[in-house]
């Protein structure tokens, strides 16, 4: 089978280009519609004028003719110089100077109950002519008057089309004109945003894209532009870090594991393998907790659905507290019924980071707090140890931040607990914090309480 042809018309690439074309298009439909309504009336309105006079004048010498006043050569009124009274055998009897000497304007006689009848003719000794004939009276032999004008060169020639025609092209380039100066105008803003963005690397995201004046489309475009750079640059700062700090936490595990190997292979008669294997084992581990805690890190940042059923806080710390068996004693003050939505591993992780990390500071005792108030679940988590100096309260959150008290009381952390902490708090919409207290540390966590139980244990009562 042979596929059929397709004509496509090629498009312009650029938008102004193809503004301009879209408003040459619709003036030329516009202005062409427009010029042949006009050429129209004005045809019309010259064809009227022209009978109107002729009418006028034939129905003055018909009058005449009855009453038997004309005179042998007619005078001319006005524009109307071709004026004929020829009789019924359709000889000339009365004629005015300019058709004395021409054949009869036309044999064309209007009936009797008719008297008036428009006639155009073109002669060869006069040229055409537009002309009323009117019936002196009934009879039969009845002279009939005819008065004409030569046809107006309005209506005789094209003058008057290509004038409308000159128009419509004159007015179509000026739209075409103003389209494409408007056009480059409104995009002179987007082509200074193009180039700025060409500019932008990812190795530097520092640039930002100018903003046009006023508040309209392309100013929002602008705005939203700029925000995403800031976003852009925020989180490509955030990964450098995140790299750097890795690697660094990364390294030092590394060469020790490093050192250890070499040093077996090169002294194996002064080195325990066991020692040896037990040590890399160790090192191993720790590398593997960092890892674990980068990719958990990688997940919350990515944004993932935190879903889940309500659980209750109350049952969840005490189990907690219950794996936690040993060391500093831990207090818990909770009020029963306090629920929460959200993954019960997740807020898990998070309670046991932070009763851990208290009761590394702590001294005597890690109290822990239930409560409910505005819809709010806050659990609070306090030490009796050194406490956490104000300007420090935000750092801990931050990845791989380790205070020199928490390096000393326990070298094998990964220093990512707080930040994991944290980004879980946030995932369901709700926050970590140090806050103030009288001795020691106080970590706030803050949830959505949920109701979905109470209403349900309500529901069974009544």
Not at 259 to 269: G, V
Not at 297 to 309: F, H, K, M, N, Y
Not at 375 to 394: C, F, N, Q, S, T
Not at 399 to 407: K, Q, T
Request: glycine residues 6%; hydrophobic residues 45%; aromatic residues 4%.
């Amino acid at each position: 089978m042979r596929k059929a042809l397709t004509l496509r018309i090629p498009r312009p690439v650029s938008i102004r280009a193809r503004y301009t074309v879209a408003a040459v298009v619709t003036s030329l439909v516009v202005l062409v519609s427009l010029g042949v309504c006009l050429d129209a009336v004005i045809r019309y309105k010259a064809v009227v004028d022209t009978f109107e006079a002729t009418k006028s004048v034939a129905s003055q010498w018909s009058a005449a003719a009855r009453a038997g006043h004309v005179p042998r050569v007619i005078p001319a009124v006005g524009p109307v110089d071709l004026i004929q009274v020829v009789d019924d055998h359709g000889r000339v009897t009365h004629a005015s100077e300019a058709a004395r000497d021409a054949e009869p304007l036309s044999s064309v006689r209007p009936p009797a109950e008719d008297r008036f009848t428009e006639v155009t003719v073109c002669p060869a000794a006069i040229g055409c002519v537009m002309a009323m004939a009117i019936r002196v009276t009934p009879a039969m032999d009845s002279p009939v008057v005819y008065a004409g004008l030569r046809t107006p060169a309005v209506l005789a020639s094209g003058h008057l089309e290509a004038a409308i025609g000159g128009g419509v092209l004159l007015l179509t380039a000026l739209a075409a004109w103003v389209a494409w100066v408007l056009v480059g105008r409104t995009l002179t803003p987007v082509a200074a945003i193009r180039a700025r963005m060409a500019q932008i690397t990812g190795s530097d995201l520092s640039l930002r894209v100018p903003v046009p004046p006023g508040e309209d489309e392309l100013a929002l475009l602008a705005h939203t532009a700029n925000e995403t750079l800031d976003r852009l640059e925020d989180a490509l700062s955030h990964q450098r870090r995140f790299a750097s700090d890795a690697s660094h936490e990364l390294r030092t595990p590394i060469a020790g594991l490093r050192l250890r190997l070499e040093e077996a292979l090169l002294h194996p008669s002064e080195v325990d393998p066991r020692d040896s294997i037990t040590a890399a084992l160790a090192t191993v581990d720790h590398m593997e907790a960092v890892v674990d805690d980068l990719l958990v890190l990688a997940r919350l940042r990515a944004g993932d659905t935190v879903s889940g059923e309500p659980f209750d806080l109350a049952t969840l710390i005490a189990e907690v507290v219950g794996d936690l068996a040993g060391g500093v004693p831990v207090r818990v003050n909770v009020l029963d019924h306090v629920h929460v939505r959200g993954s019960r591993v997740q807020v898990s992780r998070v309670l046991r980071n932070l009763i851990v990390n208290a009761r590394r500071h702590a001294e005597c005792q890690v109290t822990v707090t239930v409560d409910e108030r505005d819809g709010v679940a806050k659990v609070e988590v306090a030490d009796d140890g050194a406490g956490i100096a104000p300007g420090d309260r935000e750092r801990v959150f931050q990845r791989f931040v380790r205070l020199a008290d928490g390096r000393r009381r326990d070298p094998g952390g990964t220093g990512l607990g707080l930040a994991i902490s944290r980004e879980i708090a946030e995932a369901h919409g709700g926050s970590l914090r140090v806050e103030d207290s009288a001795r020691g540390a106080r970590f706030v966590l803050r949830l959505d309480a949920a109701y979905v139980a109470a209403d349900m244990s309500a529901s069974l009562a009544s």
